[in-house]
T-cell receptor, first 118, second 117 residues
Framework: GQNIDQPTEMTATEGAIVQINCTYQTSGFNGLFWYQQHAGEAPTFLSYNVLDGLEEKGRFSSFLSRSKGYSYLLLKELQMKDSASYLCAVRGLLPSGGYGGSQGNLIFGKGTKLSVKP | NAGVTQTPKFQVLKTGQSMTLQCAQDMNHEYMSWYRQDPGMGLRLIHYSVGAGITDQGEVPNGYNVSRSTTEDFPLRLLSAAPSQTSVYFC????????????????FGNGTRLTVT
């Protein structure tokens, strides 16, 4: 089976640093994505990790440890506009249950709602 | 460049009615997919396609049909709407056969908010 876990909600202060964790158990891992989704809007791509280590992209960084099935998204210098849901997604096999099992589709966690307070 | 366009943005159906959610992309992407998003459930894959004439089931395909007659269009059909299909539906596309790497993440449409009464 497959499982992707993220905290449901987090709160942080403007200007601070926040780390959003994601743990996963999947078959055929082929990369991990982070997406940002503002309320009532579509998800937008933030980052991608396929090898172990840290990927930095401006105020956002993402880390991956494949052996631990673990990733985190680090947001620095938080701004009010960073209030959104952050979705962890793994590329791999889908759960069984009538599905052919082809690799490659993205499987999403339930998302972490981040609230940034002044 | 419009990206991924979904219509309608909002829809209310009665139980048993059928309808088609439209999705079109102008990026010449081979991969297209439909997800539904429900509170506390995250995004779940309904159907996907890796090219014209090729479709396959995702995690939650029951009650939905798809077809891919052109690269640009990937409509989702609800055969007989049920209250359990009340959700937000997202169409997404990618330049790779499957979403991979920085160069081919999923591009999402703005969603269709469907209510079935």
């Amino acid at each position: 089976g497959q499982n992707i876990d993220q905290p449901t909600e987090m709160t942080a202060t403007e200007g601070a640093i926040v780390q959003i964790n994601c743990t996963y158990q999947t078959s055929g891992f082929n990369g991990l994505f982070w997406y940002q989704q503002h309320a009532g809007e579509a998800p937008t791509f933030l980052s991608y990790n396929v090898l172990d280590g840290l990927e930095e992209k401006g105020r956002f960084s993402s880390f991956l440890s494949r052996s631990k099935g673990y990733s985190y998204l680090l947001l620095k210098e938080l701004q009010m506009k960073d209030s959104a849901s952050y979705l962890c997604a793994v590329r791999g096999l889908l759960p069984s249950g009538g599905y052919g099992g082809s690799q490659g589709n993205l499987i999403f966690g339930k998302g972490t709602k981040l609230s940034v307070k002044p | 460049n419009a990206g991924v366009t979904q219509t309608p943005k909002f829809q209310v159906l009665k139980t048993g009615q059928s309808m088609t959610l439209q999705c079109a992309q102008d990026m010449n992407h081979e991969y297209m997919s439909w997800y539904r998003q429900d509170p506390g459930m995250g995004l779940r894959l309904i159907h996907y396609s890796v090219g014209a004439g090729i479709t396959d089931q995702g995690e939650v395909p029951n009650g939905y049909n798809v077809s891919r007659s052109t690269t640009e269009d990937f409509p989702l059909r609800l055969l007989s709407a049920a209250p359990s299909q009340t959700s937000v539906y997202f169409c997404a596309s990618s330049s790779a056969l499957f979403p991979s790497s920085y160069n081919s993440p999923l591009h999402f449409g703005n969603g269709t908010r469907l209510t079935v009464t």
